[in-house]
């Protein structure tokens, strides 16, 4: 799964095959960590404009 | 008692009726989850599980409720990808199903394999060449995925949707669901495909094995095909099948139309193939083993030549024929026994792809060998069904599944209903109007 | 030393079975079990249930009385090479816990690594491959007498004919402790072949002229079993009677007199 696992070899079908799940990991990732953060600055900000 | 937690415009049973109907499924959870523990403490001697099936009901449930389930990645994709708006009003719904289909399945590998405290090896020690490693990778990730298109479902319960944050949180993950449901269909094509590759690449047992396209076994785009075919139908079916329970229309037909005309023609294409497919391996991959067609389909107590019928013709082209014209699918009857029909083909489809080919012998001096499973195998197959069943009225009672449920079942018309027969019955409406004033807070 | 070098290149170590002379005693069998520490319940007649590395089949031509024909065929893991390596079974494990030795050409299988999904059993056509679906109970004292070469498996995991490879790594350790760098050919046999005393099985180096195995192979009437399956075996029979020789592949009732062979018990 890590190129510092001992069965890691740098080929094709590992760098293809992991290639893929990494790409697919990030996305989801990625894409939860943004909604994550704009979610709490929405909410802040609606927060401050209540206030004011 | 817990009306402030039911969505806005519509009506749910009594609380008590509610616990009543979810504890007696409860209980057929407990026998599943009683076997499942006999299982994991006492090992696999609990099934009927043997050398020769190595692979049985576990792994044909497995594939089954993944190709089930395959009818959230392709309604998903419909929907975010293509523009088929109409779909929203049932994409909720075909999310939740996968979601409880992918859920099952990676449950019911976690008491399939031999040491379920290992079964991360399968991550840490890949092995990229098997279509297994594929498979969980492709399923981990599309369950992660089905998970986030879950979650604004569950964001939109009344009480969290006050929470400021997790409000935004919904709104965020809807804006960007088409990112993630491309990703889901990008996934589900990989591992419906590496599903129907696990038996593909057997060239040890000439009954499962197919040619290919560079590494992809036929069975890889069969598997894929079929999903994305019958997972809309079941889809439909259990849509249906709520619909009956809850006696109550939760879907606009012309929702389940459109995913009822597009099942149609993914079936006859499928259908197509999956015969050109057995022809091929008839007439040329099984006699370049040594084998007569016939060799697989005699000389046993189950199967015969009926179950290539059944799965083609009877669960294949019937139901597909039935789903492409306007009135097969319009009659209510009609739509009801194709999408059974399609439910049940790629059921007996995986089944012949996983018991059939374990079997079926291969050395010249060994005979079929047949197998029933242990009550633990079956109580532990029925425990995902009574967990989908709780999930699916948990949901359903406290979570916005179907957004077209307020509009086609207006409360003044159900509370009039309710009114008409005896004015003794006024007192209920009473409650009714209480338990809603909170929500209308 | 130059002839060890010239032999250096890789080993392919492999089994030649004379079916004409094996009587089915099942000494083969005994002596797998002992070897390798293989568990055993009360009760085994369940043979689904029974692990045999080593498993004698009988087969019969089916033809009636007089003409009724008996042979004996011992089944250890094929050790199949398919094409480059692929064996059956080697390609769809998930965790690598199978490997195929290029070195040997034998195919390993590593206990605490497997994590029991069974992909293995379900693609070897010989059944060669075995589940633990108990914890091994050995009867009281017997602990005492386990190879401690060897390890015992736990259960969940799955197990199959190792071509004896402790021993092979014995014999290399006494090798290189004299200075050799080559294993001579009586000094890593399988328990099998040592038990059998019939002498039907032969052990070696298929890529060695000078292993016995290396001419036997090329007997007019070797065949290996399912060689039309592409598993590329490592275990080949010898046997002169032709029904014999049918039974160990699968053919079209046009491609010959094939008579099936009847399997009883």
Known sequence: MFPFNFEWIWDMSHMVFMGGLWYALNIIGLGMTYCIIKAVIDASKEKDNNHH | MDSALIPKGVKRCP?????????????????????????WIKGLNQTNMNDFYGFALWIWADLTVIALGGGAFFTGLLRYIFGKEVLKNIINYAVLIGFICYSSALLILAYDVGQPL?????????????????????????????????????????????????????????????????????????????????????????????EGLFIWPWTFFLFTWSAAACGPCFTILITKITEAVTRKKLVKDDAVELLAKISGWMILTYIIAKTIDTLYWATVTVPSKGFALEFFYSNNPLYGYWILFAEIVICGFVPAAILIFKKGRKNPVTLWIAVILAVVGVCLNRWAMVLQVMAAPVLTFESWVMYFPSWQEIATTILPVAYGIILIAIAHRYLPVFPNEPELNPLETIIAEEQEPEEAEAEPLVDQEQELKPAEA | MKEERKHKKAKKYGMVIDLDKCTGCGACMVACMAENNVPFRADESDKLLSITWMRVYKLTNGEPFPKTDVCYLPRPCMHCEGHGGHSPCVSVCPAIATDYSAETGIVSQIY????????????????????????????????KYLSPNVSPRMRGVVEKCSFCFHRYQLAKEKA???????????????????????????????????????????????FRLLERLGTNPKVYYLSSREWVRWAGDNYLADEGKLKKAMHHG
């Open chain 2, 15 to 39: 609380l008590w009726q509610f616990v009543l109907f979810v504890g007696a499924v409860g209980v057929v959870l407990l026998w599943g989850v009683y076997a499942m523990l006999l299982c």
């Open chain 2, 118 to 210: 290992r079964g991360w090896f399968i991550f840490w020690h890949a092995n990229v060449h098997s279509m297994l490693t594929e498979v969980a990778f492709c399923l981990t990730c599309y369950f992660g995925v089905l998970t986030i298109e879950f979650i604004p479902l569950i964001l939109e319960n009344r009480l969290i949707n006050r929470v400021r944050f997790f409000h935004h949180l919904g709104h965020n993950m809807h804006e960007i669901m088409a990112v993630f449901a491309a990703t889901g269909a990008f996934l589900s094509f990989f591992h419906q495909g590496s599903l129907g590759g696990v038996p593909g690449v057997l060239f040890g047992r000439p009954f499962a094995f197919r």
């Open chain 3, 112 to 143: 605490t690594r497997c994590f029991g999904c069974r992909y293995c059993m379900a693609s070897c056509p010989y059944h060669a491959r075995y589940f633990n679906w108990w914890d091994p109970v050995w009867p009281d004292g017997m602990e």
């Open chain 3, 176 to 222: 290189f402790m004299e200075g050799r760098r080559e294993v001579d050919e009586d000094e890593y046999q399988t328990s099998c072949t040592q038990a059998c005393p019939a002498g039907a099985i032969t052990f070696g180096d298929l890529n060695n002229p000078r292993h016995a195995v290396y001419k036997k192979k090329k007997d007019p009437n070797a």
